[in-house]
């Protein structure tokens, strides 16, 4: 049995759709990130960098994993699935995994805050993260031309990426022309897990004034 540690956010859901699709059961533990429940000591030994998603793998002297694409490998690595075994096939999957780990998150996130969250607007810098989205997701897009998923075979690669792809008009990023990715996009929104694991720990809430002023509060702390 896992316990995941996790809300309602893309790094969150990357954990949880890997959960659905690898049909391991778990335990959900929502933290409330507004109440900085993730900076507390009892979460903090289970990830020292006080940020969601992390693991409790019961059946193994309830091993600890924080780092979303490192709970995605060893999750892989558990059930045997979504992670080629072979050297070369590995390798593409965790290539893409990192792309979304060093880019796609970080600059989706870096656009959230200037474009949504942020108390004063400072254009170049929504501008700067907009536009370094759009290129990234004009590299998937690329990527996704001529292949169903980024590298061969449906991986944790995609569901990486696509949790956060997902998310493209919160981040103010526009991906009209990016035939490819918005096939690739709809693809993996009719996959019933996918469906599943962007709800939990609950579906996210329709009322973005709540949220961002939400989102505000979890910028000061």
């Known amino acids: 049995m896992i316990d995941l540690y996790t809300a309602a956010t893309p790094n969150g859901w990357k954990a949880s759709v890997a959960l659905e699709e690898m049909n391991l059961p778990y335990t959900v533990h929502a933290v409330k990130l507004t109440e900085g429940e993730q900076k507390?000591?009892?979460?903090?030994?289970?990830?020292?960098?006080?940020?969601?998603?992390?693991?409790?793998?019961?059946?193994?002297?309830?091993?600890?994993?924080?780092?979303?694409?490192?709970?995605?490998?060893?999750?892989?690595?558990?059930?045997?699935?979504?992670?080629?075994n072979d050297t070369k096939g590995r390798s593409e999957v965790i290539q893409w995994l990192m792309f979304q780990m060093g880019g796609v998150g970080p600059m989706m996130g870096q656009a959230n805050v200037?474009?949504?969250?942020?108390?004063?607007?400072?254009?170049?810098?929504?501008?700067?993260?907009?536009?370094?989205?759009?290129?990234?997701?004009?590299?998937?897009?690329?990527?996704?031309?001529?292949?169903?998923?980024?590298a061969g075979d449906y991986s944790i690669a995609d569901m990486a990426n696509w949790c956060w792809a997902r998310t493209h008009e919160w981040s103010g990023i526009n991906i009209e022309g990016l035939d490819h990715l918005q096939r690739w996009l709809e693809t993996i929104a009719a996959r019933p897990a996918a469906q599943k694991g962007i709800e939990i720990p609950e579906p996210i809430k329709v009322d973005k004034e709540e949220f961002v002023k939400g989102a505000q509060t979890m910028l000061t702390k």
Do not use: H, W
């Open 114 to 150: 200037f474009y949504r969250y942020f108390p004063e607007t400072i254009q170049p810098a929504i501008d700067r993260y907009q536009n370094e989205g759009r290129r990234l997701f004009e590299v998937l897009n690329t990527q996704l031309q001529d292949r169903e998923f980024l």
């Open 40 to 84: 507390q000591p009892e979460f903090l030994k289970l990830c020292p960098n006080g940020r969601i998603p992390a693991i409790v793998d019961r059946d193994n002297d309830d091993f600890a994993v924080f780092e979303s694409g490192a709970i995605m490998i060893y999750l892989a690595e558990k059930c045997g699935k979504f992670l080629p």
